[in-house]
């Protein structure tokens, strides 16, 4: 101790990895209930023994996920490329440079929607897109288990060299407003992003969905969370859906819209306060979210290694239900 500070004050913490092997789960013993499916109109549907999961068969996504007697999706995980711009980004017109992606995960182009196999123990789906705005095949591959877990792989396959990076790669959905009881095991508690995230740790974090907002003057990219192992989302009974994937990711929840703090030119006058607050959670999942600062404000672009070029991309989603 001193007369300047108390003993046992921390002056400055670091985390480091420590080298572990990761636990196998070895399946619970039993059968679980089979898998049935039908179809109606335009939907495919899955139901287990807790369960139903519908899909359009006009847009290829995952429109209804129904465990118990609730549904717990509004929207359809979606392939979302685009980020709405943050102050730095408007520095180098991102928002111009790369607004094709924005118009890729816009425009996408359903070329076939295949039942690759169907039987009590599983089901697996295909979906196959073209994405025209960036002259590219994109497909999307479902797989339901006898417990309601939908694995949804999204791979990218561009085809033009001259294509700029790009923002994001993953997942846009949404779900009922009551689920806005959030924990995650990753790097928080504050956002964190690949270029801005030393100072966040990695832990078990949690809180309210209202309060991952970040309030900025000026409304734009916030919230997000790096290194994320899983994430839940619940309802205060603590029924939710749990999130992971094939590798650690990245997330941000908010109740609104990203369009809802859009902002093409600064001159918008938009301030935090405008930022409405609507009754669902959007729920970004992404394998990566570019760097959110360059060297300087008014023209660079994040260094080079918090950039992904368009090139090919595999993310692996996984969604299962929980309850209390």
């Known amino acids: 101790g001193s007369e300047l500070l108390p003993t046992g004050y921390v002056i400055a913490s670091a985390q ?53 007697y609730a ?26 440079k790369m607004q094709v992606w924005k118009k890729a995960s816009e425009n996408r182009i359903l070329k076939d929607f295949t039942v690759v196999r169907a039987d009590t123990r599983g089901v697996e789906l295909l979906a196959a897109y073209e994405l025209p705005d960036v002259y590219s095949n994109f497909t999307i591959r479902y797989l339901i288990d006898m417990e309601g ?56 974090h949690g809180g309210k969905v209202a309060d991952q907002h970040v309030s900025y003057i000026r409304p734009q990219e916030n919230g997000n969370k790096c290194d994320v192992r899983w994430m839940t989302l619940s309802d205060k009974h603590g029924d939710g859906l749990n999130f992971s994937a094939d590798s650690m990711f990245e997330f941000t929840v908010q109740h609104y819209r990203p369009a809802d703090i859009a902002q093409e030119t600064r001159q918008s006058g938009m301030h935090s306060i405008d930022v409405p607050k609507r009754n669902m959670v959007a729920v970004n999942i992404d394998k990566f979210q570019m760097g959110v600062g360059g060297n300087n404000s008014w023209g660079a672009r994040p260094i080079e290694k918090y950039r992904y070029p368009a090139k090919e991309y595999v993310f692996e989603l996984r969604i299962k239900p929980i309850t209390k």
């Not at 898998?35 to 999961?53: A, W």
């Not at 939908?150 to 033009?160: K, Q, R």
């Not at 956002?191 to 030393?198: F, L, P």
């Open 71 to 96: 549904d717990l999706i509004l929207k359809a995980p979606t392939p979302y490329f685009w980020r709405e711009p943050n102050d730095n980004d408007h520095g180098f017109h991102m928002h111009k």
């Open 16 to 68: 480091f990895a420590l080298p572990y092997r990761e636990l196998i789960e070895m399946p619970a013993p039993g059968e679980g209930a089979g898998l049935e499916t039908s179809e109606k109109d335009h939907d495919y549907i899955v139901k287990g023994k807790h369960f139903s999961i519908s899909f359009n068969k006009e847009n290829g996504l995952m429109e209804g996920y129904a465990y118990g």
């Open 149 to 204: 877990e939908v694995s949804i792989t999204a791979s990218l396959h561009p085809g033009d060299s001259l294509l700029p990076d790009m923002p994001r790669f993953g997942f846009y959905m949404e779900m009922n407003g009551s689920f806005d009881e959030l924990q995650w095991f990753g790097r928080g508690p504050f956002e964190n992003y690949i270029d801005r995230k030393t100072a966040a740790f990695v832990g078990l």
